[in-house]
Antibody
Framework: QVQLVESGGGVVQPGRSLRLSCAASGFTFSSHGMHWVRQAPGKGLEWVAV????????YYADSVKGRFTISRDNSKNTLYLQMNSLRAEDTAVYYC???????????????WGQGTLVTVSS | SYELTQPPSVSVSPGQTARITCSGDALPKKYAYWYQQKSGQAPVLVIY???KRPSGIPERFSGSSSGTMATLTISGAQVEDEADYYC???????????FGGGTKLTVL
């Protein structure tokens, strides 16, 4: 079965860096676009970034552009999010999510991990 | 940056029809998607490409889109449908995704 397992969250001081990982299994990882989505405590979902199936294109929300970098290693079935210059407002649960095969669910995010909490605080 | 607008809350009695709207300038040309998120859980896709249901989603969930507004309809809402619902789409370029602010559905 499809599984997405995030790791790497924790408490970090403002201005520091953190790298999140998302280990994928149960499907052909290299065939799917992958996303990071975050949710601040008590708030709504916020799309963060997408990377195409082959890593050829990456797009970011304005709120993280220039500070966060999405990447993937298809040989390791792993998605990453490098987060630099962290701010208090980056505090959130970070989810990785799989983009569906277009014929199955369009551009919908059909599988999600359980999330990893990032807390930015001094 | 592009925004999708949803009402903060909708409330219905069990068995009634719940309608949740989502407005955005690019919706006439871009598909809307809907996610359900129950407390403490990851989101679940319930509607894709405006009006299609993924496998396993009950038939009482349906979607529509007209002009700049997309609508999620839950016909005969049940207590277990109580959750936060988010619309999702892309900006005009198709490269950037965006979520609406979310609507808390109360069924009681």
């Amino acid at each position: 079965q499809v599984q997405l397992v995030e790791s790497g969250g924790g408490v970090v001081q403002p201005g520091r860096s953190l790298r999140l990982s998302c280990a994928a299994s149960g499907f052909t990882f290299s065939s799917h676009g992958m996303h990071w989505v975050r949710q601040a405590p008590g708030k709504g979902l916020e799309w963060v970034a997408v990377i195409w199936f082959d890593g050829s294109n990456k797009y970011y929300a304005d709120s993280v552009k220039g500070r966060f970098t999405i990447s993937r290693d298809n040989s390791k079935n792993t998605l990453y999010l490098q987060m630099n210059s962290l701010r208090a407002e980056d505090t959130a649960v970070y989810y990785c999510a799989r983009e569906a095969n277009i014929e199955v669910a369009g551009l919908g995010l059909d599988y999600w991990g359980q999330g990893t909490l990032v807390t930015v605080s001094s | 940056s592009y925004e999708l607008t949803q009402p903060p809350s909708v409330s219905v009695s069990p068995g009634q029809t719940a309608r949740i709207t989502c407005s955005g300038d690019a919706l006439p040309k871009k598909y809307a998607y809907w996610y359900q998120q129950k407390s403490g859980q990851a989101p679940v896709l319930v509607i894709y490409e405006d009006n299609k249901r993924p496998s396993g989603i009950p038939e009482r969930f349906s979607g529509s889109s007209s002009g700049t507004m997309a609508t999620l309809t839950i016909s005969g809402a049940q207590v277990e449908d109580e959750a936060d619902y988010y619309c999702y789409s892309t900006d005009r370029s198709g490269d950037h995704r965006v979520f609406g602010g979310g609507t808390k559905l109360t069924v009681l």
